[in-house]
């Protein structure tokens, strides 16, 4: 008989607390770790087990009140099997509402007379951690706490719960889907190592939104009442979410914070900057979202640069050199885009080069061409033109990540040599 999701979770959390010593679940307030949490509280009870699991909550500062209220809800709940680790630390945070700041951080000392809430007692603090640099982004110290947690615990080997599910978006699908699937624990396809006897697990990864609700209610678990708020307000199912305001994704619905919690959004506009620019142009082509409209009289690319005439020196100086390496790729080694998407091309009489070998494991072909202004076809995500860095500019994209960015080889090569040098202090 075919398994429902829950029973297929509930076997996964099974071998997980089988073969991990040490297990801990990364909350962030949203419903999918909410539930993963009560999942893995139900395996416990359920089975009489007598021990404890740790809850990591890394505490952005700025999120809504019934957030907040839900998660000293989670945290406070079942004192003899929860091992909380709350964390208020000032790592570098992505924001795309400023074209002054790439990045800000919750918790700094400095701004302490901004910030929008108290610091929560007892919560684990940036003096708590050994590894912790003012050079870090919240995703490296996420990966170091792990490593950390590990050795506090003396653990043989530790597992992280985190709760993603595909449904969500495409880059989560992959995570678990793509045929590059690497570093998998027992080659399971829910798991990711992440150094020597740690991983992550992520076993609700195929449950849909509405099985996420119908647990919520067939077991009477707790969860953020903030969503009971978003439904009033009339946002769709799929897109109610709690993550950090300030991010690209959540620039449409900055402006709920206004209606949904009032008192929170007048501290925020106060906090970061550009984010009462973004509640009210967040949704429309001002920021590039939904249809963005080309000024009379101007090309992409003479809009490109009169964007780039309105910013900041270091701001502008950022796009260049992304669109620099963006144009020297395009020319000498070439992006690697599919036969149909070479067809249209070739059948629309654009110059291109297209290339029998590539480095990268694909079944794409390398296509050499230059920058063009705009072109209307389906692959348009994929190809160089003026239009795309437009709508990276007017979203307060600093990286990039719309025009196919990762980081540079310079700063992946930074990035290792402070997660090396962090890594060896713990030792």
């Keep these: 008989m075919r398994k429902n999701v829950y029973e297929l979770t509930m076997e996964r959390i099974k071998f997980v607390f089988n073969e991990f010593d040490n297990v801990y679940v990364s909350l962030s307030g949203g419903k999918d770790s909410g539930v993963l949490l009560n999942l893995c509280l139900k395996y416990i009870l359920d089975n009489h087990l007598d021990r404890k699991i740790g809850v990591f909550?890394?505490?952005?500062?700025?999120?809504?009140?019934?957030?907040?209220?839900?998660?000293?809800?989670?945290?406070?709940?079942?004192?003899?099997?929860?091992?909380?680790?709350?964390?208020?630390?000032?790592?570098?945070?992505?924001?795309?509402?400023?074209?002054?700041?790439?990045?800000?951080?919750?918790?700094?000392?400095?701004?302490?007379?901004?910030?929008?809430?108290?610091?929560?007692?007892?919560?684990?603090?940036?003096?708590?951690?050994?590894?912790?640099?003012?050079?870090?982004?919240?995703?490296?110290?996420?990966?170091?706490?792990?490593?950390?947690?590990?050795?506090?615990?003396?653990?043989?080997?530790?597992?992280?719960?985190?709760?993603?599910?595909?449904?969500?978006?495409?880059?989560?699908?992959?995570?678990?889907?793509?045929?590059?699937?690497y570093n998998m624990y027992h080659n399971l396809r829910w798991t990711r190592q992440l150094s020597n006897n740690i991983c992550n697990a992520y076993v609700i990864y195929d449950w849909l939104t509405t099985d996420i609700w119908t647990a919520n209610g067939k077991f009477g678990w707790d969860y953020n009442h903030l969503y009971d708020l978003y439904y009033q307000a009339g946002v769709p199912l799929e897109k109610q979410r709690v993550a950090s305001p300030f991010i690209s994704a959540g620039q449409e619905y900055l402006s709920l914070y206004r209606t949904i919690d009032p008192d929170m959004w007048g501290k925020m506009v106060c906090r970061v900057n550009g984010v009462n620019f973004t509640a009210l142009y967040g949704h429309t082509h001002a920021v590039a979202k939904h249809n963005i409209i080309l000024p009379s009289g101007h090309t992409w690319e003479s809009f490109m640069h009169f964007l780039l005439s309105t910013l900041p020196e270091q701001t502008r100086d950022n796009y260049l050199q992304k669109l620099s390496v963006s144009i020297n790729f395009w020319r000498e080694k070439g992006g690697c885009l599919s036969d149909e998407t070479i067809n249209s091309l070739q059948s629309m009489g654009i110059t291109i080069e297209v290339l029998n070998?590539?480095?990268?494991?694909?079944?794409?072909?390398?296509?050499?061409?230059?920058?063009?202004?705009?072109?209307?076809?389906?692959?348009?995500?994929?190809?160089?033109?003026?239009?795309?860095?437009?709508?990276?500019?007017?979203?307060?994209?600093?990286?990039?990540?719309?025009?196919?960015?990762?980081?540079?080889?310079?700063?992946?090569?930074?990035?290792?040599?402070?997660?090396?040098?962090?890594?060896?202090?713990?030792?």
């Design 57 to 181: 909550h890394m505490d952005y500062e700025v999120q809504y009140n019934e957030t907040t209220k839900y998660v000293e809800r989670a945290l406070q709940s079942y004192p003899e099997h929860l091992e909380v680790y709350h964390v208020c630390v000032p790592f570098k945070v992505n924001t795309c509402t400023s074209m002054y700041q790439t990045f800000w951080r919750p918790w700094e000392t400095k701004f302490n007379d901004l910030w929008v809430r108290k610091m929560p007692a007892n919560c684990y603090t940036k003096d708590d951690f050994p590894f912790y640099s003012t050079e870090m982004w919240d995703s490296e110290f996420y990966i170091l706490f792990s490593q950390w947690y590990h050795r506090f615990k003396n653990a043989k080997k530790t597992c992280c719960l985190v709760g993603i599910r595909t449904q969500e978006s495409y880059h989560r699908w992959n995570t678990i889907h793509s045929s590059r699937r």
């Design 357 to 427: 070998n590539t480095n990268y494991k694909t079944d794409k072909r390398p296509v050499r061409m230059e920058y063009l202004d705009d072109i209307d076809i389906s692959d348009f995500k994929n190809l160089p033109t003026f239009k795309r860095m437009c709508i990276c500019i007017l979203r307060n994209d600093h990286l990039c990540k719309y025009m196919g960015f990762a980081l540079t080889k310079k700063e992946l090569e930074k990035k290792k040599k402070i997660m090396d040098f962090y890594q060896n202090i713990m030792l």
